[in-house]
């Protein structure tokens, strides 16, 4: 079954644009705390049937796992934080893709650039992005915050050419055709598996000594638990029934003690040491520029 295709009647493209301040993005998309939902992002994509074949066959997932993480996080700073070079990021994403195509058991050709799937990554984000104020901040979105963020992912799939026809109109459209996706369209696929295995036990690099190996695994043992549970925890209902995973409401009160200490001792840490490199660069930039208009504007005429 396929999810119901979103309703974009009445509506029209927004023209392809980098973000800058003011946005919740910019504030909020380069937070260390990104990471922690961007793994139920993932499983919701592996899930996907298109999705999940193409990255069981092109994905360094299993074997270059951190370079991955790695480059995943960078390539989203950049949609955020890059400026006029975010677009181009997006462009460079698009042409990459073009060539991800594979054709699974049962003869099905699957294309990464088909529409549904190459929304549906984004969309997951969207979904992420909620989740991720639900636990992982001091309080969870407004519903009119959430039509605002909304309206800032449509701009980013307009950047990232995404197909109107798969673009809801609105945050209430939004969740209907997610909650679709999820109990029609997902499904239990080897590839999520694959994935949750990968982050419970995080490899190591593969420059890394084989002797420096037994502690490599021990330091990093709490890391992938915590990515892990989190992801495990924030995926829905739904999706962890089909994959067999469980969760109970001692796991949820753990999770949630888990968010209220993250909300409380991310706000107190340095900011940069409170958003990716890329995120935290571009904002001092921005306060750079500012402080140089207003010396601008008040210099003598």
């Known amino acids: 079954m396929t999810a119901a295709a979103p309703d974009t009647s009445s509506r029209t493209a927004p023209q392809r644009r980098p973000f800058g301040p003011g946005t919740r993005m910019w504030d909020e998309t380069g937070l260390i ?30 074997t270059d796992p951190l370079g991955r993480a790695v480059r995943s996080v960078g390539s989203v700073m950049m949609w955020i934080y890059g400026g006029d070079e975010a677009i181009a990021e997006a462009d460079r994403l ?28 984004l969309h997951t984000g969207t979904f992420a992005f909620t989740m991720n104020s639900e636990y992982f901040a001091r309080r969870p979105l ?18 990232f050419s ?9 945050y209430t459209a939004f969740e209907k055709f997610f909650t679709d996706m999820v109990e029609n369209h997902l499904q239990d696929t080897g590839t999520a598996h694959d994935y949750l295995r990968v982050i419970r036990s995080i490899a ?13 695994k021990r330091a990093v043992a709490p890391v992938g638990w915590l990515q892990y549970f989190v992801t495990v925890g924030t995926t829905p209902e739904v999706a962890r029934r089909k994959l067999g995973l469980t969760w109970s409401a001692s796991d949820e009160r753990k999770l949630k003690a888990v968010g209220w200490f993250i909300a409380r001792a991310v706000p107190l840490l340095p900011e940069r040491v409170r958003y990716f490199p890329i995120a935290y ?3 001092r930039l921005e306060r750079d520029r500012a402080r140089l208009r207003k010396v601008i504007d008040l210099r003598p005429m």
């Open 33 to 62: 705390t990104f990471s922690l939902t961007a793994g139920s992002a993932f499983l919701l994509q592996t899930m996907e049937p298109t999705i999940s074949a193409v990255v069981d066959e092109h994905s360094t997932f299993r």
């Open 162 to 170: 995404v197909a109107p026809k798969e673009i809801p109109a609105d």
């Open 94 to 121: 698009r042409k990459m893709h073009t060539t991800l195509n594979t054709t699974t058991a049962d003869g099905v050709r699957h294309q990464a650039l088909s529409s549904g799937p190459w929304a549906w990554v």
């Open 204 to 216: 190591p690099p593969a420059q890394l000594p084989r002797a420096l190996r037994p502690v490599w």
């Open 142 to 159: 407004t519903a009119a915050e959430k039509e605002a963020y909304y309206q800032e992912t449509v701009q980013l799939m307009r950047n």
């Open 281 to 283: 660069e571009a904002r």
